[in-house]
């Protein structure tokens, strides 16, 4: 992974999405990068870019790092952070599963972010959730010890999903305090109708986090009257 002097950030070898395993982002790495070792914030599934640039423009004592797979978010972002003249946010066009199996040091990254993952809403297609068991992991070794894992959806069985994962999760604290009733059984999109009598359970959600900023999607979301959950989790 090169900084060729730009916000983007360049794979090294052909396959942009999936990083050479090889490669490790270690302390010689982030200097070259960031110039700077600064606590590294992980954005993942950037979109177009609207949080990265909005946090990377308050925080200047922190180092951000977007992953996204979808090339014309990619292409926005860059122009974005370009047109502000942001240099603490760098952009990797690559599947965040992959990279944070391969490329991260343990003990290594502040705070990761998950905006609005795909939700994915036909049953058949919940298996390619972000959140899963296999991915949380991988997380939780990459977070430095005290380090946040945020999360925002606005579907409800991804929700489910979320709290079914992390909150079993031995090494990760679900630090929320808003009680929250959900319903205890998955739906699909062709039976959602059915979740409102479904038998409910109580999570604990956490307040909006005060750093994220409304993007495009979310707004969307509201406007459909979509109610959108909030989580926060930390490595113990
Ligand atoms: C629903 S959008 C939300 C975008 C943004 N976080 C927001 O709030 O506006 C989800 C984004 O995650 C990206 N994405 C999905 N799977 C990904 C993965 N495995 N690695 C990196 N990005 C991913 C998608 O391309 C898409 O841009």
Redesign the pocket.
Known sequence: MRNSGGLLLTPPEKERFIPDPSFKLDAFRRKKIWGNLNPLVI??????G??VEWAASRFKNLDFLA????PQ?VAHTVRRLKARGIENAKILQ??????FSSNLLPDSVFEVW??????WPKTKHHKRR?ISEDFAPLVASALVRGGHWRI?TDDADYALQIHEVLDAFPELENVGSIAVELPLTHFGKGNRDLQASAPKGKFFQAERFEDRTL????KKGIEAGRRIYDFDYRKI
């Not at 954005?43 to 177009?48: A, P, V």
């Not at 992953?67 to 979808?70: A, M, R």
């Not at 690559?94 to 990279?99: G, I, L, V, W």
């Not at 998950?114 to 939700?119: G, I, L, Q």
Request: net charge negative; charged share 25%.
């Open positions: 954005e993942i599934g950037s979109g177009q609207e949080e992953l996204e797979v979808f978010g690559a599947d965040a599963s992959r990279f998950s905006f609005f993952p795909d939700p972000l925002a993007t495009s999607f979310e």
